[in-house]
C-alpha cells in the first residue's frame, strides 16, 4: 500500500469516513489506504504515536477526541487554533498539525443548501469541537445572536468566552429568549445505534426553530429532524458537511490531488446508498 490515512475516534461503528475516502482512492487509483482506529481514552497519546512512527500520512479526528488530540500534535493551523478543535492531522517529521476542515465543511454545506446565517438568532445544541466549529462559522458569517445549550453549563460558558453568546443549560430552557432560532444539533445524541434518542426539548421551543442542521449523518435524518420536517420546518443533515470536510481534508493531506465533478457525484451517491443499506 503506498500511502496509509484513517480516521481516530471510539466508538466508529457509526463513521462513514473509512468508506468514502476508499471509495475516492479506488476511483483515484492512488494505492492509498484508509483504516478506523478505534482507540480507548488512556490510549490516545501512545496510539499517536505509534500512529506517527508507523508513517500514517494523514487522520481525521472524530468524537471524542477533537479537543483531547491538541496537547499531542507539533502545531495547529490558524482556525483550529481559533475553534479550539482539530479534526485532520497532517503528518510533518516533527509530529503531527492539526487543522479543522469542519469549519470549511460547515461553511459549504450551508451554501450548497442555500441557508444565510447573516443577521439570524444561533442556537448551538452542544458544546464539544462541533459545536465550537458551529459558533466560529455563525460569528464569522454575522448572525445576529449566539446561544450555546449544553448538559455541562460550564462548558457551554466556555464557548461563550471564545465566541461571544450567552450559555444554558437543560434546566434554565425558559429563560432562553423568545425568538425563532436557526439551530445546529452538535452532540451526540441520536446517532446510531440509539437512534431513538433524543435531547429534553419542549415541543413549544421546537416550534420556534426556522431551520436546523444536525450533524449527525447516521441515520439520516436524526429523529430530531424527523420531528421538525413534521412540523415543516427546513432541515439539513450532517452528510453533506461529512462529505465536504472529508474533501477538505483530502485537500490539505495532498495538495495536489484533483477530484473531477464525476468522481464526486459517484462517490456521493454510493456514500448515500451505503449509508442507507
Ligand atoms: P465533539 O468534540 O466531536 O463535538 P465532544 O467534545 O465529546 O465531541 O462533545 C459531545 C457533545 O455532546 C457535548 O456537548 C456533550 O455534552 P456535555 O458537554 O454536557 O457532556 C453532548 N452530549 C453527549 N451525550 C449527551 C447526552 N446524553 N445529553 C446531552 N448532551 C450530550
Request: charged share 20%; hydrophobic share 35%; with cysteine.
Amino acid at each position: 500500500m503506498k500511502d496509509k490515512y484513517g480516521i481516530l475516534g471510539y466508538p466508529l461503528g457509526h463513521s462513514l469516513s473509512p468508506y468514502m475516502h476508499s471509495r475516492y482512492n479506488f476511483y483515484l487509483n492512488n494505492g492509498s489506504g484508509y483504516d478506523a482506529y478505534e482507540i480507548a481514552s488512556d490510549d490516545l497519546e501512545s496510539s499517536l504515536k505509534e500512529l506517527h512512527t508507523a508513517g500514517v500520512k494523514g487522520l481525521n479526528v472524530t468524537i471524542p477526541y477533537k479537543q483531547a488530540v491538541i496537547p499531542y500534535l507539533s502545531s495547529m493551523d490558524e482556525s483550529a487554533a481559533i475553534v479550539g478543535a482539530v479534526n485532520t492531522l497532517k503528518y510533518t517529521a516533527e509530529g503531527y498539525i492539526g487543522y479543522n476542515t469542519d469549519v470549511t465543511g460547515l461553511r459549504n454545506c450551508l451554501i450548497k443548501n442555500g441557508l444565510e446565517l447573516k443577521g439570524r438568532n444561533v442556537l448551538i445544541l452542544g458544546a464539544g469541537g462541533a459545536a465550537r466549529a458551529a459558533a466560529y462559522v455563525a460569528v464569522r458569517s454575522g448572525c445576529k445572536s449566539l446561544y450555546i445549550l449544553n448538559r455541562k453549563l460550564e462548558k457551554a460558558g466556555a464557548v461563550c468566552r471564545d465566541f461571544g453568546g450567552s450559555s444554558y443549560d437543560y434546566s434554565c430552557l425558559n429563560t432562553l429568549p423568545d425568538t425563532p432560532f436557526f439551530v445546529f444539533q452538535t452532540t451526540s445524541v441520536g446517532m446510531y445505534p440509539h437512534i431513538e434518542d433524543m435531547l429534553p426539548l419542549p415541543d413549544e421551543m421546537l416550534n420556534r426553530f426556522e431551520a436546523a442542521v444536525d450533524l449527525i449523518y447516521n441515520p439520516m435524518p436524526t429523529r430530531f429532524l424527523e420531528k421538525l420536517s413534521q412540523r415543516g420546518i427546513k432541515t439539513v443533515t450532517g452528510f453533506d458537511m461529512l462529505i465536504e470536510q472529508g474533501l477538505a481534508s483530502r485537500s490539505i493531506w495532498n495538495p495536489e490531488e484533483k477530484i473531477s465533478d464525476d468522481i464526486k457525484r459517484k462517490v456521493y451517491d454510493e456514500c448515500v446508498r451505503y449509508s442507507r443499506s
